[in-house]
């Protein structure tokens, strides 16, 4: 795959149930002006007509679990990527209560679903990254040679934001794992700085800009990412909280030069998700 490919490095599906089964996102959704996805259903097919649409060519398609259940389960996630396995790409997740069971989960998901990384939501758990239920499976990423996926930043959600703090927790599971390739989505906002220094400080962090708009990307992250941060930002929407086509039209409007941008879009993700 060419180096200047789209990939959306943080997406779920939408099947209808998120009004249910996320009441935490609704309210985020209806901000956004999504709201009405959250009683869609789109199946594969209906999803990568929207990718085309908007000139995507890879989604990072990653599962849901909550303490309460799973939202969409590693196997759902399998039919998409089964269905257009050029178009889709699988993220895993685990029920983080079960420690034993989560590692088993993990790569049962890798290896035979296909998945290629793990992402788990700290807020939803209300458990930040540093906690040792996190510990096993970060093991279980660097031996199955895949990122693990987070969140950063505020909750839009109603729930506190302590855990989407970069320092201390980010920084400090970085050091305890510096073979852990981690990618900290939605920018990392109030604390946008802090993440930046979290990037810069450790060779295998990085950041996703998804559940931003690109024209409301902080200015500094914008800087980093057009200096010495240039291997260090990923493109991500949140769909379907975001439009893609909105956030890739937008993305022409940020004036990055050819080479920040076909790395901002497509060329770090492809690198760090090893596609």
């Avoid at 490095?9 to 985020?28: I, K």
């Avoid at 022409?252 to 770090?268: H, I, M, P, S």
Wanted: net charge negative.
């Amino acid at each position: 795959m060419a180096a200047t490919a789209v990939i959306d490095a943080w997406a779920q599906p939408t099947n209808g149930l998120l009004r249910q089964s996320m009441p935490e996102v609704a309210r985020l959704f209806e901000k956004s002006g999504s709201g009405h996805l959250l009683d869609q259903a789109l199946s594969p097919a209906q999803t990568v007509a929207l990718m085309d649409e908007a000139g995507v060519d890879k989604l990072m398609l990653a599962a849901w679990c909550r303490p309460e259940g799973w939202v969409f389960s590693n196997d759902a996630i399998a039919e998409f990527t089964r269905a257009f396995p050029e178009r889709f790409v699988g993220v895993a997740t685990v029920d983080l209560r079960k420690p034993l069971a989560a590692v088993r989960e993990l790569e049962r998901a890798v290896l035979e679903l296909g998945c290629k990384a793990l992402r788990i939501v700290p807020w939803l758990w209300q458990l930040a990254p540093n906690h040792r239920l996190y510990y096993p499976l970060y093991v279980k990423c660097i031996e199955l040679d895949i990122p693990f996926c987070t969140q950063v930043g505020h909750t839009g959600p109603l729930l506190p934001s302590e855990t989407g703090r970069p320092v201390p927790y980010l920084d400090e599971v970085a050091l305890d794992f510096p073979e852990l390739r981690i990618v900290a989505g939605h920018i990392g906002h109030p604390w946008t700085d802090e993440m930046i220094g979290v990037a810069w400080k450790h060779d295998n962090v990085y950041i996703d800009t998804s559940a931003y708009l690109p024209r409301y990307y902080p200015q500094q992250l914008l800087q980093f990412m057009q200096s010495y941060g240039a291997d260090k930002v990923l493109f991500g929407s949140n769909f379907p909280q975001l439009s893609l086509s909105r956030c890739m039209a937008q993305v022409q409007e940020l004036g990055l030069n050819a080479e920040v941008q076909a790395k901002f879009l497509g060329g770090n993700a492809q690198r760090v998700f090893k596609l």
